[in-house]
């Protein structure tokens, strides 16, 4: 048997669902080691976000069945997956390939993707 704190149960469950971060013009969604749902998506109101580049975390797949149906409601231009273990990284690619032909993946063994800066126009709203 175990003892395990209040503190420690309390860090276990508290984890970071997801960032947001402005790069030369582009909007990267990174979900680091947060599970991604349904109800993460619509209480971050994901959906409704313009998302350039979403970075997943490669484990996630495996844990949701729906997952393929679960990231087209990102509505990403591009999704990347990212820490694959080396040993995973020939089954994860032949698992892309048959359900999500358009994602990537980062590892050091695969490919490295480039994206040039997007123009970026700046708008001025005048509130009365």
């Given at each position: 048997?175990?003892?395990?704190?209040?503190?420690?149960?309390?860090?276990?469950?508290?984890?970071?669902?997801?960032?947001f971060v402005e790069i030369?013009?582009?909007?990267?969604?990174?979900?680091?080691?947060?599970?991604?749902?349904?109800?993460?998506?619509?209480?971050?109101?994901?959906?409704?976000?313009?998302?350039d580049v979403a970075l997943?975390?490669?484990?996630?797949?495996?844990?949701?069945?729906?997952?393929?149906?679960?990231?087209?409601?990102?509505?990403?231009?591009?999704?990347?997956?990212?820490?694959?273990?080396?040993?995973?990284?020939?089954?994860?690619?032949?698992?892309?390939?048959?359900n999500l032909p358009a994602?990537?993946?980062?590892?050091?063994?695969?490919?490295?993707?480039?994206?040039?800066?997007?123009?970026?126009?700046?708008?001025?709203?005048?509130?009365?």
């Amino acid at each position: 048997m175990f003892y395990i704190d209040k503190f420690y149960i309390q860090f276990l469950i508290r984890q970071n669902y997801a960032y947001f971060v402005e790069i030369n013009g582009w909007t990267v969604l990174h979900v680091g080691d947060g599970e991604l749902t349904d109800d993460i998506i619509a209480g971050l109101k994901l959906d409704e976000q313009r998302i350039d580049v979403a970075l997943i975390y490669d484990l996630l797949v495996r844990r949701q069945p729906h997952y393929v149906s679960l990231l087209s409601k990102l509505n990403a231009g591009q999704v990347v997956f990212l820490h694959i273990p080396p040993d995973n990284i020939s089954s994860f690619a032949g698992w892309l390939t048959a359900n999500l032909p358009a994602a990537a993946m980062l590892s050091p063994q695969h490919k490295t993707l480039e994206y040039e800066a997007k123009s970026v126009e700046k708008t001025v709203k005048n509130y009365k």
